[in-house]
C-alpha cells in the first residue's frame, strides 16, 4: 500500500499515551525501550541491516505516528520506505559497551507524531557486526512484542522468513466494535479502595534500581506456587508487599500490575503495546497466616489481570458520572511488573548473585517505586525506587529482604506473618 491508513489507537496504546501526559514534555524518555541483541559470528551488517528493515515492513507499528492534535489519539499507518540503519564502531568487544550506545540513544525523546518510533544501529568492533541496537517507543512495542522482534530477528538472520502477522490497527478496531465495558464497570466500582497516597506521587527525585539474582529464592517460589496452587509473580508480590509493609510501617498498598493481556493466542506474535495498569490493594496483616496471606493476593492479582484490558478514557469518563474525580486512571506511585524470563543468565561471582547490582536512572517523573521481576534458572529481583521513598541502600535492603521472605515462608514453620524473619544473611552490601 502506498497511501497512509488512519484508524483509532488500541487501549494499551491509549494507556501509553495518557501516561505520557503525566509525565509532561520534559520526561517523554522515559518510554523509550533499550534491546541489545548478539548477532551471530560471520554475520555481516549489512545483513543486520536489512534484518531489521524486513521487521520494520511487517510490523505496521514500527512505521506509525500518531496525531495527539484532537480529543481521541488517531494512528498513522506509513507505508513501509528503507530507512538508514547507521553501524556504530565500539571501542571494546562487549555488550555493556553496546547497552550503553543504547542508553544514550533512550535519552532523547523520540517524537511519535512527526518520526518512526524507533532508533536502531548495527555496532561493529574492527568491523565485524556485534549487535542490533534498538531504542523502540513503548506505544510501539512492550516487552511482550520486543521477545517477539528479536525471535522473528533471528529467524531472518538463519535465512527465515516471515509469514502473515497480526497488526494494532486490527485490534483497535475490534475492540472498537465491542468496548470491554466489563473491566470498566469492574475499575469504577472498586476505584475507591485504592490507596490515595499510593496514585501519582509527584517525585521528582532521581531514581535507581538495586537487583539481584537468587537460585534459592526461585526454589522458594516455586515451592509455594506448586504447594499452593499460585503464581509465582503473586507469590512474589506478596512477599514484596510485606517487605515493603515493615520498611515503610504501613498495611495497606496499592500496586499497578502490569497487565500483558497477550491471553488469547491470537495477539500473543502482535508487536504493539498492549500492557495496561491492573491496580491491586494489598493489605497485610501481620497476624494472618502465610499461606492464607499468599493465596489471597493470588486471587486479587488474578481478579486484576483478567480486568487489564479496558479504555482509559472511557474508565475516566465512568468514574466522573459516579462522582469521582479521576484526572489520570494510569498514574500510580506504585508497580509491579513480571518481566518472564531473564536475558542472559548473571556470570558466576557476578554482583548480583553474591551481593546487590545497582543501576542509576535519569528519570524523574512518574512512579517512585517499582518491583520488577524475570526468572531464568534462578529468579531476578529489582526494586528501583526514588531516593525521596527509599533512601541509601534501602532498595537493596527491601530486594534482599524479599529474597528471606521466599526462602523463609517456604520452609513452612511460621504460623503468622509477625513469625517470618526477612532477615539475609547471604548478602553482601
Known amino acids: 500500500m502506498s497511501e497512509v491508513r488512519t484508524g483509532p489507537v488500541t487501549y494499551g496504546q491509549l494507556s501509553v499515551l495518557r501516561s505520557l501526559e503525566t509525565h509532561g514534555p520534559g520526561h517523554r524518555s522515559v518510554a523509550n525501550l533499550v534491546s541489545v541483541w548478539e548477532v551471530p559470528f560471520g554475520v555481516g551488517a549489512a545483513q543486520v541491516m536489512d534484518a531489521w528493515l524486513q521487521l520494520v515492513a511487517a510490523h505496521e507499528s514500527l512505521r506509525t505516528s ?53 532508533r536502531a544501529y548495527v555496532t561493529t568492533y574492527q568491523g565485524d557486526a556485534l549487535h ?36 494494532p490497527l486490527v485490534m483497535a478496531q475490534e475492540q472498537q466494535e465491542e468496548p470491554n465495558t466489563r473491566s470498566v464497570l469492574h475499575w469504577t466500582e472498586t476505584w475507591g479502595g485504592i490507596v ?17 539474582y537468587s537460585l534459592d529464592g526461585l526454589a522458594a517460589a516455586q515451592e509455594l506456587s506448586d504447594r499452593l496452587k499460585i503464581s509465582v509473580q503473586s507469590v512474589v508480590l506478596g512477599v514484596g508487599a510485606l517487605a515493603l509493609s515493615r520498611l515503610k510501617g504501613t498495611q495497606r498498598m496499592t500496586f499497578a500490575l502490569m497487565a500483558a493481556n497477550r491471553l488469547a493466542s491470537r495477539w500473543v506474535p502482535l508487536v504493539g503495546s498492549l500492557n495496561q495498569f491492573a491496580p491491586v490493594t494489598i493489605v497485610v496483616d501481620e497476624e494472618t497466616h502465610p499461606t492464607e496471606y499468599l493465596r489471597a493476593c493470588y486471587i486479587q492479582s488474578m481478579t486484576a489481570y483478567m480486568h487489564g484490558c479496558y479504555d482509559v478514557d472511557a474508565l475516566k469518563k465512568s468514574l466522573h458520572e459516579a462522582g469521582v474525580p479521576e484526572e489520570d486512571p494510569t498514574a500510580f506511585a506504585k508497580h509491579y511488573n513480571f518481566l518472564g524470563d531473564v536475558d542472559a543468565e548473571p556470570a558466576a561471582g557476578s554482583a548480583l548473585r553474591t551481593g546487590i547490582e545497582w543501576r542509576g536512572s535519569s528519570q524523574r517523573s512518574g512512579p517512585n517505586f517499582h518491583l520488577a ?19 541509601g541502600k534501602l532498595p537493596a535492603v527491601l530486594a534482599a529482604s524479599i529474597e528471606a521472605g521466599l526462602i523463609n515462608i517456604s520452609k513452612g514453620a511460621e504460623n503468622s ?11 553482601v552490601f
Open 66 to 118: 500518531y496525531d495527539l492534535s484532537g480529543p481521541v489519539p488517531v494512528q498513522k499507518v506509513h507505508p513501509h520506505r528503507p530507512s538508514r540503519v547507521p553501524a556504530v564502531e565500539l571501542a571494546e568487544d562487549s555488550f555493556a559497551a553496546a547497552l550503553r550506545l543504547g542508553t544514550e540513544a533512550a535519552g532523547e525523546p523520540i517524537d511519535i507524531e512527526t518520526a518512526l518510533p524507533w
Open 132 to 167: 542490533l541496537v534498538t531504542v523502540i517507543h513503548h506505544v510501539a512495542a512492550d516487552n511482550g512484542a520486543l521477545r517477539v522482534l528479536e525471535e522473528q530477528f533471528g529467524l531472518l538472520l538463519e535465512g527465515g522468513t516471515l509469514g502473515p502477522v497480526v497488526q
Open 196 to 212: 490515595p497516597a499510593d496514585r501519582d506521587p509527584g517525585d521528582s527525585a532521581k531514581r535507581r534500581r538495586a537487583s539481584l
Open 373 to 391: 521481576v524475570a526468572t531464568g534458572k534462578g529468579i531476578l529481583i529489582g526494586v528501583g525506587a526514588s531516593h525521596d521513598y527509599l533512601e
Open 417 to 427: 506473618l509477625a513469625d517470618v524473619s526477612l532477615d539475609n544473611p547471604w548478602r
